[in-house]
């Protein structure tokens, strides 16, 4: 039989399951851990939206951010996009093979380099230019607006050499 604690709900919104950890579940009341599945939640949700956005321009979320650093940081090579994204080597050689043969984006290799260099294709700049104006205006319509100091403190997360 299942005893009160057992349909108990604490801050964290999940009961307690027969034969789980009290002492598990109380990590999640830590600030920080509340914090941190905040922000998980919000960009879920977020991410969940824009996603939604992007398909409906025939657009997918990798995609998108492919054509996105291509455009306002120039030529990358294969491993720089893959490191940006935060995939692997072969999962970024996937997505740019088939962008390529889409004629969106081409293969340079610059003189004395032996490593190929990716860049917009004029086909890879207007679809951008088209899909990156209407993507603002959802960003801006489901993103909050941060504080300063907020920002500082996500940016200084984000930068954190701990990962």
Not at 27 to 54: N, Q
Request: glycine fraction near 6%; charge should be positive; hydrophobic fraction near 45%.
């Amino acid at each position: 039989m299942m005893g009160a604690m057992a349909t108990k709900k604490s801050k964290t919104n999940f009961a307690l399951q027969p034969g789980r950890s009290k002492e598990l579940r109380m990590l999640l009341e830590h600030p920080e851990v509340r914090s941190w599945r905040a922000l998980m939640g919000a960009f879920k949700a977020i991410f969940t939206r824009l996603e939604k956005g992007l398909m409906a321009e025939d657009c997918s979320v990798s995609r998108f951010q492919i054509l996105f650093y291509l455009y306002f940081e120039g030529d990358l090579p294969a491993i720089a996009v893959a490191r940006k994204l935060v995939v692997t080597r072969g999962n970024i050689t996937m997505f740019l093979r088939r962008m390529e043969s889409d004629g969106l984006i081409k293969r340079i290799i610059p003189p004395g380099q032996k490593r190929p260099l990716f860049t917009l294709t004029k086909k890879g700049v207007a679809l951008f230019e088209k899909v990156f104006p209407p993507h603002i205006e959802r960003v801006r319509k489901w993103s909050p607006t941060l504080s300063q100091d907020t920002l500082l403190l996500l940016r200084a997360v984000g930068q954190s050499g701990d990962a």
